[in-house]
């Protein structure tokens, strides 16, 4: 037991890692608000801070203890202990050894148990200390308060979890097997958000192509029939979705992007690696060849799509020869975005302890080759982009006044000047191209 705590009156929560973090993120502070527990003012300590984290790569848990850590010493010298609460996947990966080694941590949730928050606040505050990494499907999204976010962009977890068993990858222990949400209660929080203020959906999952419903009228759906009665909410500018897997890529999805106007030309495949044997011992379930055939019938559908990718450099085993063939696939596809990263073995994962881990510096000479390949293709993706005329939706106010940042169709950072407001939609032409946005000048409101 731990002394019993005053209630906390304000929170704050750090979201680490992916985009579905951020949505769980604003989930929990959706429930602490309707418990009257207020997000801590700016520069103010809050009651109550929920660690947010991600495990994917790196010294994720190391990172969570030197946070309680802070949390603990900047406690002691306000005199006042917040409540903590440590959350996603670090949680649900190391629940237990985190309530051993950090006795200052009140509260350990998982991903897919968090609805249970206000119940574990309530134990807590007794002196309680309570842990929760069940995984009960689909019940966190039935118990969950309706949305109340406010904002122009907006992110929507439609399937949850990963059944694909990449041989490095932490996912498919840490938010369990796949899972979608019912089409109904997706349309109704799509249409709820769009009532508070959203003008662009991001629809999300770890497999977010791998969704799959029964649409109004009792047919089975994938993520196309979802996004074509998404397409349908007037309000509605912006369908986006993220993460695909090469494998559940269906034909009614490829053919949206020539169907739907509101569905953006932007496209987030990972491929991983550009060999085939890695692929194999990644368990990627698909060769270099099988993904380029993808790409290939996207750009026949919607020839100015922008494609992003994620890349892994120094898998076990990996030779020189074989790290070459990724920087070719990279020539091959021209990706207008992407995100690379050093193989990180993570604790339970089959390549964890496979032969042939690669060296520290090998690791991050690969990295920076392929770095200076992906700089090059996404600059080359900006100059081609100038003189197009397309419409920004701004997110963000710029560095001098009456400056302005959005995003493109095609998901870049657009800078231009007028008067206008975060959330306008406005129409751009594109003047001048950087390695990482461009410039833009006023055409008309769009
Ligand atoms: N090491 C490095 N990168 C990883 N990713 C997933 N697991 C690992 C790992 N163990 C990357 C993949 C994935 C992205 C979200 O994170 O590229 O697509
Ligand atoms: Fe991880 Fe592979 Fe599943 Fe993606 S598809 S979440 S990389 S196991």
């Given at each position: 037991m731990k002394p019993a705590a005053v209630p906390p009156k304000t929170y704050r929560v750090k979201s680490f890692g992916c985009q579905m973090n951020v949505y769980d993120g604003e989930r929990m502070a959706e429930l602490l608000g309707d418990r009257g527990i207020a997000p801590a003012p700016e520069g103010e300590d809050a009651d109550l801070v929920i660690l947010n984290t991600c495990h994917i790569r790196e010294r994720a848990a190391e990172k969570v203890y030197s946070d309680i850590g802070r949390l603990v010493f900047a406690g002691k010298q306000a005199g006042k202990q917040p409540l903590i609460a440590v959350a996603g996947c670090v949680a649900q990966a190391e629940g237990e050894e985190i309530m051993k080694r950090a006795p200052a941590v009140s509260i350990v949730v998982g991903p897919q148990a968090y609805h249970r928050l206000p119940e574990m606040l309530d134990k807590a505050v007794q002196g309680k200390r309570a842990t929760d990494t069940d995984m009960p499907a689909i019940a966190k999204f039935d118990a969950l308060p309706q949305r109340k976010k406010r904002g122009p962009s907006a992110?929507?977890?439609?399937?949850?979890?990963?059944?694909?068993?990449?041989?490095?990858?932490?996912?498919?222990?840490?938010?369990?097997?796949?899972?979608?949400?019912?089409?109904?209660?997706?349309?109704?929080?799509?249409?709820?958000?769009?009532?508070?203020?959203?003008?662009?959906?991001?629809?999300?999952?770890?497999?977010?192509?791998?969704?799959?419903?029964?649409?109004?009228k009792g047919r089975r759906t994938g993520l196309a029939g979802l996004i074509h009665a998404l397409a349908r909410i007037d309000g509605l500018e912006r369908i986006r979705y993220t993460t695909s897997h090469p494998n559940d890529m269906d034909d009614a999805l490829i053919a949206a992007h020539g169907e739907v106007d509101k569905l953006m030309p932007y496209l987030h495949l990972p491929v991983q690696a550009g060999n085939d044997r890695i692929l194999k011992a990644m368990n990627r379930q698909h060769t270099a060849e099988s993904y380029l055939r993808i790409i290939e019938r996207f750009r026949a559908v919607r020839p100015d799509i922008a494609l992003s990718g994620d890349f892994i450099v120094g898998f076990p085993g990996e030779t020189e020869a074989e790290f070459e063939d990724t920087l070719r696939i990279v020539d091959e596809v021209r990706y207008a975005a992407c995100f690379s990263f050093k193989y990180s073995p993570r604790p339970g994962t089959p390549a964890a302890t496979m032969e042939g881990q690669i060296a520290p510096d090998v690791m991050a000479d690969r990295l920076q080759r392929l770095q200076a390949r992906l700089a090059h293709h996404q600059y080359a993706f900006n100059q081609a982009s100038v003189g197009k005329t397309c419409s920004v939706m701004i997110d963000r106010t710029g560095r001098d006044p009456g400056q302005w940042l959005g995003k493109s169709p095609w998901l870049q950072s657009v800078w231009f000047e007028g008067d206008y407001a975060i959330g306008d939609l406005v129409e751009v032409t594109l003047a001048d191209a950087g390695p990482n946005s461009l410039r833009g000048v006023i055409s008309a409101p769009a």
């Open positions: 992110f929507l977890t439609v399937q949850e979890g990963c059944d694909k068993f990449c041989t490095y990858c932490v996912v498919p222990y840490t938010r369990g097997a796949e899972i979608s949400r019912p089409f109904p209660h997706l349309v109704a929080e799509a249409q709820k958000l769009v009532e508070a203020g959203a003008k662009e959906i991001t629809l999300l999952g770890q497999n977010v192509n791998a969704w799959s419903g029964e649409d109004d």
